[in-house]
């Protein structure tokens, strides 16, 4: 830039970025943000539409469309049917389970929160989350130690501290 050289359309280079690693992070957070600022949230939907069309064996593209889910302003049963579909593609992936336990996390709080009572629903959310931790942790170990505190909380709440340890 200093030299003189011309930057060219953001765009242009983010597309020829893309079309070298479909999946690059920071290229689509930079795409998604330029669309945003445009006002341009129709553009959104259809890059992810076409990016889950066209990787439909993968779970990326519904990761990456949960991480960036503020672009869409996707809703919490939105973002869980994006992790269940990726589930179903993948049910080994880390990244998948340890989303399913956050999103289950965080729809037990929210019901908690509004219902200050035990109910069916938070019952299933923390057992679902519960689930979604142990399996996490048994791909990965390295995420024991950030999952420990909901684990345990999980089955505090649940009354079952048998088994607590991951």
């Known amino acids: 830039i200093f030299s003189g050289e011309q930057i060219g359309n953001p765009m242009t280079k983010i597309s020829e970025l893309l079309a070298v690693d479909k999946f690059n992070s920071t290229a689509i957070e930079l795409k998604l943000d330029i669309y945003n ?95 979604f931790i142990n399996k996490t942790c048994s791909i990965n170990k390295n995420y024991s130690e950030t999952l420990k505190y909901p684990f345990v909380q999980l089955c505090n709440y649940l009354g079952d501290t048998d088994n607590i340890d991951i």
Request: proline content about 2%; overall charge positive.
């Open 37 to 131: 600022r445009l006002n341009q949230k129709d553009s959104i939907k259809i890059f992810f539409d076409n990016l889950i069309d066209s990787n439909r064996n993968s779970p990326f593209p519904y990761l990456l469309r949960v991480k960036f889910a503020r672009f869409e302003s996707l809703k919490d049963d939105e973002i869980l049917n994006c992790l269940k579909t990726a589930f179903s593609i993948d049910s080994s992936n880390v990244k998948v389970n340890y989303y399913l336990a956050k999103i289950y996390y965080n729809l037990f709080n929210k019901d908690q929160l509004s219902n200050w009572r035990k109910t069916e629903q938070s019952n299933d959310y923390a057992k679902n989350t519960i689930y």
